[in-house]
Protein backbone atom coordinates (compact mmCIF):
# COMPACT_ATOMS: atom_id res chain seq x y z
CA UNK A 1 0.00 0.00 0.00
CA UNK A 2 2.54 2.00 0.73
CA UNK A 3 4.73 1.81 -2.58
CA UNK A 4 1.19 1.86 -4.35
CA UNK A 5 0.71 5.39 -2.87
CA UNK A 6 4.49 6.04 -3.74
CA UNK A 7 3.43 5.26 -7.25
CA UNK A 8 1.16 8.32 -7.57
CA UNK A 9 3.90 11.12 -6.45
CA UNK A 10 5.51 13.38 -8.67
CA UNK A 11 9.00 13.04 -7.94
CA UNK A 12 10.62 14.28 -11.22
CA UNK A 13 10.72 17.97 -9.99
CA UNK A 14 11.32 17.28 -6.15
CA UNK A 15 14.28 19.36 -4.60
CA UNK A 16 13.27 18.12 -0.69
CA UNK A 17 11.25 15.14 0.17
CA UNK A 18 10.40 13.59 3.67
CA UNK A 19 8.23 11.48 4.98
CA UNK A 20 6.01 11.49 8.37
CA UNK A 21 4.99 7.72 9.70
CA UNK A 22 3.18 7.01 12.23
CA UNK A 23 4.61 4.07 14.32
CA UNK A 24 3.65 1.67 17.09
CA UNK A 25 6.62 2.26 18.83
CA UNK A 26 8.95 -1.12 17.26
CA UNK A 27 10.45 0.81 14.36
CA UNK A 28 9.49 2.31 10.98
CA UNK A 29 9.39 -0.15 8.06
CA UNK A 30 7.62 1.96 6.08
CA UNK A 31 10.28 5.10 6.32
CA UNK A 32 12.54 2.08 5.32
CA UNK A 33 9.98 1.42 1.90
CA UNK A 34 9.84 4.61 1.31
CA UNK A 35 12.77 5.30 1.13
CA UNK A 36 14.30 2.55 -0.79
CA UNK A 37 11.39 3.53 -3.49
CA UNK A 38 12.46 6.84 -3.18
CA UNK A 39 16.02 6.26 -3.47
CA UNK A 40 15.20 3.91 -6.69
CA UNK A 41 12.82 6.66 -8.53
CA UNK A 42 15.43 9.24 -8.51
CA UNK A 43 18.79 8.18 -7.15
CA UNK A 44 18.83 9.74 -3.96
CA UNK A 45 16.71 8.33 -0.94
CA UNK A 46 14.73 10.90 1.23
CA UNK A 47 15.91 14.30 2.43
CA UNK A 48 13.87 13.93 5.95
CA UNK A 49 12.27 11.50 7.46
CA UNK A 50 10.02 11.47 10.90
CA UNK A 51 8.34 8.91 12.86
CA UNK A 52 5.41 10.00 15.34
CA UNK A 53 4.90 7.23 18.10
CA UNK A 54 1.66 6.73 18.32
CA UNK A 55 -0.79 3.75 20.41
CA UNK A 56 0.36 0.56 18.83
CA UNK A 57 -2.79 -1.03 16.77
CA UNK A 58 -1.66 -4.49 16.06
CA UNK A 59 -2.71 -6.60 19.39
CA UNK A 60 -1.27 -10.00 17.97
CA UNK A 61 1.95 -8.36 18.92
CA UNK A 62 1.41 -5.48 21.16
CA UNK A 63 -1.69 -5.62 23.57
CA UNK A 64 -3.68 -2.18 22.96
CA UNK A 65 -2.87 0.29 25.41
CA UNK A 66 -5.74 1.52 28.13
CA UNK A 67 -7.75 4.57 27.10
CA UNK A 68 -5.72 7.04 29.80
CA UNK A 69 -2.44 6.31 28.28
CA UNK A 70 -3.81 6.84 24.95
CA UNK A 71 -4.44 10.00 25.55
CA UNK A 72 -1.28 10.81 26.86
CA UNK A 73 0.68 9.17 23.67
CA UNK A 74 -1.51 11.51 21.21
CA UNK A 75 -1.01 14.50 23.35
CA UNK A 76 3.05 13.64 22.79
CA UNK A 77 2.22 13.24 19.57
CA UNK A 78 0.37 16.45 18.48
CA UNK A 79 3.79 17.77 20.07
CA UNK A 80 5.92 15.94 17.98
CA UNK A 81 4.38 17.47 15.23
CA UNK A 82 4.68 20.90 15.63
CA UNK A 83 8.19 20.20 15.65
CA UNK A 84 8.14 18.00 12.66
CA UNK A 85 6.60 21.12 10.35
CA UNK A 86 8.78 23.21 12.18
CA UNK A 87 12.08 21.13 10.61
CA UNK A 88 10.31 20.69 7.09
CA UNK A 89 8.95 24.45 6.84
CA UNK A 90 12.98 25.56 7.12
CA UNK A 91 14.28 22.35 4.78
CA UNK A 92 15.90 20.65 6.92
CA UNK A 93 17.56 17.39 6.51
CA UNK A 94 17.01 15.14 9.09
CA UNK A 95 18.06 11.23 9.47
CA UNK A 96 15.68 8.99 11.27
CA UNK A 97 17.51 8.45 14.65
CA UNK A 98 16.22 5.03 14.14
CA UNK A 99 15.33 2.58 17.66
CA UNK A 100 17.54 -0.10 17.78
CA UNK A 101 15.31 -3.27 16.32
CA UNK A 102 13.51 -1.03 13.72
CA UNK A 103 16.08 -2.90 11.21
CA UNK A 104 14.58 -6.29 12.36
CA UNK A 105 11.06 -5.13 12.51
CA UNK A 106 11.52 -4.13 8.66
CA UNK A 107 13.20 -7.40 7.77
CA UNK A 108 10.11 -9.61 9.58
CA UNK A 109 7.43 -6.81 8.17
CA UNK A 110 8.30 -7.12 4.74
CA UNK A 111 9.89 -10.52 4.86
CA UNK A 112 7.65 -13.61 5.45
CA UNK A 113 4.53 -11.82 7.27
CA UNK A 114 4.02 -8.61 4.43
CA UNK A 115 4.10 -12.05 1.63
CA UNK A 116 1.82 -13.90 3.34
CA UNK A 117 -0.67 -11.18 4.56
CA UNK A 118 -2.07 -10.92 1.06
CA UNK A 119 -3.36 -14.26 1.40
CA UNK A 120 -4.70 -13.87 5.60
CA UNK A 121 -8.03 -14.47 4.73
CA UNK A 122 -7.74 -17.68 6.39
CA UNK A 123 -6.13 -16.35 9.66
CA UNK A 124 -9.59 -14.37 10.88
CA UNK A 125 -12.32 -15.58 12.72
CA UNK A 126 -15.86 -13.70 13.59
CA UNK A 127 -17.84 -14.92 15.84
CA UNK A 128 -21.85 -15.10 16.60
CA UNK A 129 -21.34 -11.72 17.54
CA UNK A 130 -21.27 -10.24 14.01
CA UNK A 131 -24.62 -8.45 13.97
CA UNK A 132 -23.76 -8.32 10.14
CA UNK A 133 -23.41 -4.58 10.05
CA UNK A 134 -20.73 -4.34 7.47
CA UNK A 135 -18.93 -1.65 9.45
CA UNK A 136 -15.50 -3.91 8.39
CA UNK A 137 -15.79 -3.73 4.74
CA UNK A 138 -16.94 -0.24 4.93
CA UNK A 139 -13.69 0.65 7.01
CA UNK A 140 -10.99 -2.01 5.10
CA UNK A 141 -8.58 0.20 3.28
CA UNK A 142 -7.81 -2.40 0.54
CA UNK A 143 -11.48 -3.22 -0.48
CA UNK A 144 -10.26 -6.73 0.85
CA UNK A 145 -13.67 -7.44 2.60
CA UNK A 146 -17.53 -8.65 1.12
CA UNK A 147 -20.47 -9.36 3.18
CA UNK A 148 -21.69 -12.64 2.33
CA UNK A 149 -25.11 -13.61 3.89
CA UNK A 150 -24.41 -10.83 6.46
CA UNK A 151 -21.39 -12.17 7.02
CA UNK A 152 -17.10 -10.79 6.58
CA UNK A 153 -15.32 -12.71 4.09
CA UNK A 154 -11.41 -11.55 3.51
CA UNK A 155 -10.16 -12.04 -0.31
CA UNK A 156 -6.67 -11.83 -0.61
CA UNK A 157 -5.57 -8.54 -0.57
CA UNK A 158 -5.01 -8.34 3.43
CA UNK A 159 -2.11 -5.72 4.82
CA UNK A 160 -2.96 -6.67 7.93
CA UNK A 161 -3.70 -3.14 9.08
CA UNK A 162 -6.13 -4.69 11.96
CA UNK A 163 -9.06 -1.94 11.03
CA UNK A 164 -11.90 -4.53 10.64
CA UNK A 165 -10.90 -5.55 14.27
CA UNK A 166 -10.80 -1.97 15.58
CA UNK A 167 -14.23 -0.90 13.97
CA UNK A 168 -16.01 -3.71 14.83
CA UNK A 169 -18.45 -2.46 17.77
CA UNK A 170 -19.42 -6.07 18.85
CA UNK A 171 -15.45 -6.88 18.60
CA UNK A 172 -16.51 -9.96 16.87
CA UNK A 173 -13.38 -10.39 14.53
CA UNK A 174 -10.07 -12.07 15.89
CA UNK A 175 -6.97 -12.77 14.17
CA UNK A 176 -5.22 -15.85 14.87
CA UNK A 177 -1.03 -14.51 14.17
CA UNK A 178 1.28 -14.49 16.99
CA UNK A 179 -0.29 -14.04 20.09
CA UNK A 180 -3.48 -13.53 18.43
CA UNK A 181 -6.30 -10.87 19.76
CA UNK A 182 -8.99 -12.49 21.71
CA UNK A 183 -8.96 -10.20 25.30
CA UNK A 184 -5.65 -8.03 23.88
CA UNK A 185 -7.81 -5.16 23.36
CA UNK A 186 -8.83 -2.37 20.56
CA UNK A 187 -7.51 0.92 19.57
CA UNK A 188 -8.60 3.43 17.31
CA UNK A 189 -7.85 6.75 16.91
CA UNK A 190 -10.47 9.02 18.72
CA UNK A 191 -11.04 11.54 15.39
CA UNK A 192 -11.26 8.55 13.02
CA UNK A 193 -14.57 7.91 11.60
CA UNK A 194 -16.19 5.46 9.90
CA UNK A 195 -16.94 7.94 6.80
CA UNK A 196 -13.46 9.04 6.44
CA UNK A 197 -12.27 5.47 6.50
CA UNK A 198 -14.32 4.13 3.50
CA UNK A 199 -13.54 7.61 1.65
CA UNK A 200 -10.40 6.37 1.04
CA UNK A 201 -10.84 2.79 0.69
CA UNK A 202 -9.24 1.40 -2.21
CA UNK A 203 -6.91 3.81 -3.07
CA UNK A 204 -3.73 2.59 -2.73
CA UNK A 205 -4.66 -1.14 -3.04
CA UNK A 206 -1.71 -3.28 -4.66
CA UNK A 207 -2.35 -6.28 -6.46
CA UNK A 208 -2.66 -9.35 -5.12
CA UNK A 209 0.59 -10.14 -6.68
CA UNK A 210 2.83 -7.31 -6.51
CA UNK A 211 6.02 -7.99 -4.03
CA UNK A 212 6.83 -6.03 -0.86
CA UNK A 213 9.64 -3.60 -1.74
CA UNK A 214 12.11 -2.97 0.76
CA UNK A 215 14.79 0.14 1.42
CA UNK A 216 17.15 0.90 3.57
CA UNK A 217 17.56 4.42 5.37
CA UNK A 218 21.15 5.54 6.07
CA UNK A 219 22.65 4.90 9.41
CA UNK A 220 19.91 2.65 10.03
CA UNK A 221 21.18 -0.83 11.49
CA UNK A 222 21.44 -3.56 8.97
CA UNK A 223 20.48 -6.67 10.94
CA UNK A 224 19.56 -9.37 7.66
C1 LIG B 1 0.10 -1.66 7.84
C2 LIG B 1 0.73 -1.17 9.12
C3 LIG B 1 2.09 -1.31 9.33
C4 LIG B 1 2.68 -0.87 10.51
N1 LIG B 1 4.02 -1.03 10.67
C5 LIG B 1 4.60 -0.62 11.84
C6 LIG B 1 5.99 -0.76 12.05
O1 LIG B 1 6.73 -1.25 11.21
N2 LIG B 1 6.50 -0.37 13.23
C7 LIG B 1 5.74 0.20 14.20
O2 LIG B 1 6.28 0.56 15.24
N3 LIG B 1 4.42 0.36 14.04
C8 LIG B 1 3.82 -0.04 12.87
N4 LIG B 1 2.47 0.12 12.70
C9 LIG B 1 1.68 0.63 13.84
C10 LIG B 1 1.08 1.98 13.63
O3 LIG B 1 1.90 2.85 12.90
C11 LIG B 1 0.63 2.66 14.91
O4 LIG B 1 0.21 1.76 15.85
C12 LIG B 1 -0.49 3.57 14.46
O5 LIG B 1 0.11 4.76 14.02
C13 LIG B 1 -1.55 3.88 15.48
O6 LIG B 1 -2.71 4.23 14.83
P1 LIG B 1 -3.13 5.70 14.30
O7 LIG B 1 -1.91 6.42 13.82
O8 LIG B 1 -4.03 5.35 13.17
O9 LIG B 1 -3.85 6.41 15.37
C14 LIG B 1 1.87 -0.27 11.51
C15 LIG B 1 0.51 -0.12 11.28
C16 LIG B 1 -0.07 -0.56 10.11
C17 LIG B 1 -1.55 -0.35 9.90
S1 LIG C 1 -18.08 -5.00 11.81
FE1 LIG C 1 -18.27 -6.73 13.22
S2 LIG C 1 -20.47 -6.90 13.60
FE2 LIG C 1 -20.23 -5.61 11.78
S3 LIG C 1 -20.33 -7.09 10.04
FE3 LIG C 1 -18.19 -6.84 10.55
S4 LIG C 1 -17.76 -8.53 11.97
FE4 LIG C 1 -19.99 -8.29 11.90
S1 LIG D 1 -9.19 -4.03 7.32
FE1 LIG D 1 -6.97 -4.35 7.19
S2 LIG D 1 -6.69 -6.30 8.33
FE2 LIG D 1 -8.87 -6.17 7.84
S3 LIG D 1 -9.04 -7.25 5.87
FE3 LIG D 1 -8.76 -5.08 5.40
S4 LIG D 1 -6.56 -4.88 5.06
FE4 LIG D 1 -6.88 -6.82 6.14
Known amino acids: MVANFTERLDLSRAKYTFAVVTMGGIGV ?3 HQLNG ?8 GLDAAFAVNMPGNFPPLM ?13 RADRRLDEIAEAIGSG ?22 AKSARDAGELFSVSDACTGCGTCARVCPAGNLTLVDGRPMWGRRCELCCACLHFCPTE ?8 GT ?4 RYRHPDLTVAAMEAQRGQNVPAPDTPAVQGRL ?7
Open 29 to 31: SAL
Open 37 to 44: IVRERRGR
Open 63 to 75: RSVPAGKCGEILE
Open 92 to 113: RPVSPGFAPLSGLVNALSYGSL
Open 172 to 179: AIQLHVMF
Open 182 to 185: EGRG
Open 218 to 224: PGAPVLF
